[in-house]
């Protein structure tokens, strides 16, 4: 018989009122998989009400069509600014799983990482602006301003601006930024040895490490974790 592939998936509010971030995953009649991770730009009781559905329609979407299509499919829903020129808007993180490994979609600064045993390998690079100027080697300082300037959004997205990488090892880890820019990476890696072989487990103990920041303020932060059984 074939193992199932287990899941995780857990989200925390950080200490601005409402959560922002949801996870959703879905699994089909033949076992497949399709999860997403949604951070909402902002704050506030309409980005929380429209985050959860974001997730819910990129895990359903990445799972019958793939994960670029999970991103593109819940991008349509925030796309127009609606009539009073306010609608939700979110990054993302998507994965649809298959036979012989997980694909990975992305806008924004959500993070998709896997575990193989001894490493924790990071394969999504965040399309902020900080990270699009650290090419040229500007100033720390100028960096740091520039972390939460997102390039990419749901809203924005494209067929030519969404990310999308392969990954083999058999555990996935999505991450909102309220996870791996909260927890060292060095904690991030005893938490995954910790918990590796329980993904329920390691999505909550990801999620509770979060620390807050210099001024008290803590992300929210929601992670997904995806097992894939080993094949042949």
């Known amino acids: ?60 979407y990445a799972a019958h069509r793939g994960a670029v299509q999970g991103i593109l499919g819940a991008g349509l829903l925030v796309a127009d600014p609606g009539p009073d020129g306010d609608e939700a808007n979110a990054v993302g993180v998507v994965a649809r799983t298959y036979g012989d490994g997980i694909r990975v979609a992305w806008v924004g600064d959500c993070r998709a990482y896997s575990w193989n045993g001894e490493q924790l390998a990071l394969h999504t ?24 300037w997102i390039r990419v959004s749901l809203a924005t997205a494209t067929i030519a601006t969404v990310s999308e990488i392969e990954v083999t090892d058999p555990l996935v880890i999505l991450t909102s930024d309220g996870v791996h820019d909260q927890t060292p990476h060095d904690v991030l890696v005893d938490l995954v040895r910790e918990h590796a072989h329980d993904p329920q487990a390691l999505a909550d103990a990801l999620v509770a490490a979060a620390q807050p920041d210099e001024a008290g303020y803590r992300d929210d932060s929601t992670a997904i974790v995806i097992h894939r059984p080993a094949t042949g």
């Open 1 to 60: 018989m074939t193992q199932a592939i287990r899941t995780g998936h857990a989200t925390r509010e950080g200490t601005a009122k409402d959560n922002a971030d949801s996870a959703t995953v879905y699994t089909m009649a033949d076992g497949s998989v399709g999860a997403a991770v949604i951070d909402g730009i902002g704050h506030g009781p309409h980005t929380s009400r429209t985050a959860p559905l974001l997730a819910e329609v990129a895990a359903r």
């Open 125 to 148: 690079t965040d399309q902020t602006m900080a990270r699009w100027v650290e090419q040229f080697g500007p100033p720390v300082d100028v960096t740091q301003a520039y972390g939460a």
